[in-house]
């Protein structure tokens, strides 16, 4: 089997690769609905806002790789770390649930991202600010595709808000992960590299509010409960999702792909 | 491929007798303008066997795409670097997307894509045999670019000048993105052969001795067996031969073959300088009908699929059903 790589911990890294993980753990989970859709047109949709991920966190790993420091490239990265190397929150890694789960956590994470590529156009990387500017665009669609059809389920039918309901009740308990900031988020704003994650949760509120508000629906109440995925201890769930990711990398040492 | 219909439907009952001289008169011209090699628009007048022939055809090839989904989709969650999980989704996706395009077309036709659907779930509407193999390991993924895709785009390539347009332009847009995904099914599989590991290497061909047989399968039964084929090829639907056809692919992929340095099953594959084409052994129709009747590999995993998704869905069709006519409701009142 094909060892672990180790990546140093700066601040900086930490930065990249929760951003990095959220967007391949994000398309991964995605990539699940393809052939599996509720319509042809969200088969293609959704694989297709799958690939704009992947293409994302591509661009990120492979800049993380190069401040490594020890010339790891995005498959290194994405394939061979331990699962405590992994610093998506935890929210990003629940399985795909029912359409109403994929569409609203689409929601919450799209316009996270979309609220981070925007700051992050001004970073003081030059290599980030322009994955921000391509990625931005592409955040900007999956957002609106969420908000479209939070709308239609939330306001559908008996049933179809049942499903909404529960999704967000399920969502909800990972909502301050993505809000609470910690020594990478003030490395990352002292060095201007990007904004602390706390910054975004006022604009967070006030577009979901908007488009919650249109479709009927309300975020829950906030929990005790903190998800940790961005420390690198994450659910039961990330597990599995690495063993299917990982598998050929890790089985076929020294592969040419 | 894709397109069995010809092959495997059963007898219409011959022409109905014309009733009235204004008919005729129709037939004529249709059949004229068929000799002419023009092309036949929705809005015209047409036989109720060519619509019912297309129908069937452009509607199975529709489900083919859909249903093709599924073998790769299988590996996207496995596949082993990221930019072949991008190239994978990108060509599932496009999949679907030939899909739509053809459900559009069987439309203009008669249908709706909801009915169509309901003959694939019951059962009644086919699809390619082909997407009853199972993908077994990472390989077959590039192994079903260069020979599945490989062998559909020489299937379809005729149809783009197919009579009836809409099927036609529909098959055009298709077929460039076909020849995208043969040559990254194959770039993936020379990837492995040539700078890969033994066991790699043992994948690929381990894949090809897979897939060769049935993606021969792929072009129908021989022509002496092919009753319908004489129909299709007068109504301007069908343009080669089913053997010509299977003969131009052995004859393309035996080259490729030798540069990827992997062999194919077939120990009578040789060439024969009289006829200047590759020779290959007997066919095993009988795996062949075996697998269009529903006792493939995969046939009840993949029909159980679609149906699941299908229903799983329905909530949300309804949903947005219910939604829109909300909406139009609070546009009249306003
Ligand atoms: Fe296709
Ligand atoms: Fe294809």
């Not at chain 2, 559909?152 to 036609?168: D, E, F, G, K, T």
């Amino acid at each position: 089997m094909q060892a672990s790589i180790q990546i140093p911990a700066t601040p900086e890294l930490d930065y990249l690769l929760r951003l990095g993980d959220t967007c391949l753990i994000s398309g991964q989970r995605l990539g699940e609905w393809c052939g599996h859709g509720p319509i042809l047109e969200e088969d293609i949709a959704l694989s297709n806002m799958a690939l704009d991920l992947i293409g994302q966190s591509r661009a990120l790993l492979t800049l993380a790789g190069q401040k490594s420091g020890k010339g790891f490239d995005e498959d290194q990265l994405a394939f061979l770390r331990d699962e405590g190397a992994y610093r998506n929150p935890t929210l990003a890694e629940l399985p795909r649930g029912d359409f109403a789960f994929t569409i609203l956590r689409n929601l919450v994470l799209s316009t996270w991202l979309k609220l981070i590529w925007e700051r992050l156009r001004d970073s003081r990387d030059a290599e980030l600010a322009a994955i921000a500017g391509k990625a931005l665009k592409e955040a900007r669609y999956h957002q609106q595709h969420a908000a479209d059809w939070a709308v239609r389920l939330g306001d559908g039918t008996e049933e179809s808000r049942r499903r909404c309901e529960a999704a967000l009740a399920q969502i909800a308990p990972y909502l301050p992960e993505l809000f609470e900031d910690d020594t990478v988020d003030a490395a990352a704003e002292a060095s201007g590299l990007g904004p602390a994650w706390s910054s975004l949760r006022e604009p967070w509120l006030a577009e979901m509010g908007e488009v919650l508000g249109e479709a009927g629906l309300a975020l829950p109440e906030s929990t005790k409960f903190r998800s940790t995925g961005k420390v690198g201890r994450h659910s039961e769930h990330m597990g599995y999702l690495l063993a299917e990711m990982q598998y050929l990398q890790r089985a076929y040492p020294g592969g040419a792909w | 491929m894709y397109t069995q219909a010809m092959d495997t439907m059963r007898e219409e009952g011959g022409q109905p007798a014309l009733r009235t001289a204004e008919e005729a008169a129709l037939q004529q011209r249709f059949d004229n303008r068929i000799d002419a090699g023009d092309f036949i628009e929705a809005k015209d007048w047409m036989p109720d066997n060519y619509r019912k022939t297309l129908l069937r055809q452009i509607s199975q090839h529709a489900h083919s795409e859909i249903v093709g989904m599924l073998p790769e989709g299988n590996w996207i969650t496995r596949a082993p670097t990221l930019k072949r999980k991008a190239i994978l989704l990108a060509k599932v996706q496009d999949e679907g997307g030939h899909g739509l395009y053809l459900y559009a077309a069987a439309e203009t036709l008669g249908q709706s894509r909801d009915q169509m659907l309901d003959s694939l779930h019951s059962g009644k509407a086919k699809y390619s045999s082909i997407f009853n193999y199972p993908t077994l390991t990472w390989a077959d993924v590039g192994t079903i670019g260069w020979l599945v895709d490989g062998a559909a785009i020489m299937n379809q390539v005729p149809i783009c000048r197919c009579s009836y347009a809409p099927y036609a332009r529909a098959m055009i847009r298709i077929c460039r993105e076909e020849s995208f995904h043969q040559r990254q099914g194959y770039d993936s599989l020379l990837a492995m052969m040539q700078n890969g590991t033994e066991a790699q290497k043992a994948m690929v061909q381990d894949a090809v001795n897979r897939w060769w047989w049935p993606c021969l399968m792929m072009f129908g039964p021989p022509d002496d067996q092919s009753p319908n084929s004489a129909q299709g090829m007068r109504w301007g639907i069908k343009r080669v031969s089913n053997d010509t056809l299977r003969q131009k692919f052995v004859d393309a992929t035996v080259q490729q073959a030798q540069v990827l340095g992997v062999s194919l099953p077939d120990p009578d594959l040789r060439w024969n300088e009289a006829t200047q084409h590759w020779d290959f052994g007997t066919i095993d129709w009988s795996e062949f009908w075996r697998v269009v009747g529903g006792e493939g590999p995969c046939n009840r995993e993949r029909l159980a699929m679609r149906v699941a998704a299908w229903e799983e869905g329905e909530w949300v069709r309804e949903a947005a059903l219910a939604h829109s006519r909300k909406q139009a409701r609070k546009e009249k009142a306003a």
